[in-house]
């Protein structure tokens, strides 16, 4: 267990760990979200996001944040929960917590090269976009994969 709690960095460690990997050559990638219930979605997304890099950092939306983004039910899993799981996962390198709606400080802070979300978002509307590429870096989007989302295996699990 401890092993997978080292990928699960305070800002400070988190801004270390990215000088390191640049230090190294490393391309960082950064995606975000909340990930209540880990679905084959969520495992595609993540895959095709390492993909585009050498690191990659998941924002992950802390409980304060998750409630008021989808309701007073959610999430169904605790942060500590959530983020265990996403640091189990190879293809994710590190994972931050945050409180607010957005991950923009975050972006902000570590200027990854590459900000990808999934297809269900126009990159026009990618929160930090316009940050990634003033400095150089490339947005986009991954194709969703049809038939799986938290939600409907909420509405599923309610028959």
Same mark, same amino acid.
């Given at each position: 267990m401890e ?16 000088? @390191?990997?640049?230090?190294?050559? $490393?391309?960082?990638? @950064?995606?975000?979200g909340? @990930? ?15 993909? /585009?890099g050498?690191r ?13 983004l989808?309701?007073? %039910? ?10 265990i ?5 190879? $293809?994710v390198?590190?994972?931050?917590l @945050?409180? /607010? ?6 972006? %902000? ?10 297809g ?30 938290? %939600? ?8």
């Open positions: 092993l997978l709690k080292a990928k699960i960095l305070t800002m400070k460690d988190l801004a270390k760990r990215v000088a @390191f990997w640049r230090m190294l050559g $490393d391309k960082i990638v @950064f995606t975000n909340c @990930f209540d219930i880990l679905h084959p979605g969520h495992v595609y997304l993540l895959s095709a996001c390492k993909q /585009e050498d990659l950092v998941v924002g992950l939306n802390a409980d304060v944040s998750v409630k008021r989808k309701g007073k %039910t959610r999430p169904i899993n605790n942060e500590q929960s959530r983020a799981v996403l640091s189990a996962l190879g $293809d390198d590190a994972v931050i @945050f409180e /607010e709606d957005t991950p923009l400080h975050l972006i %902000t802070a570590l200027q990854p090269d590459v900000l990808i979300k999934g269900d978002w126009e990159v026009s509307t990618i929160v930090g976009a316009d940050v990634v590429r003033a400095n150089g870096g490339l947005v986009k989007t991954i194709p969703y994969l049809d038939g799986h989302s938290t %939600t409907a295996i909420i509405e599923k699990s309610n028959y």
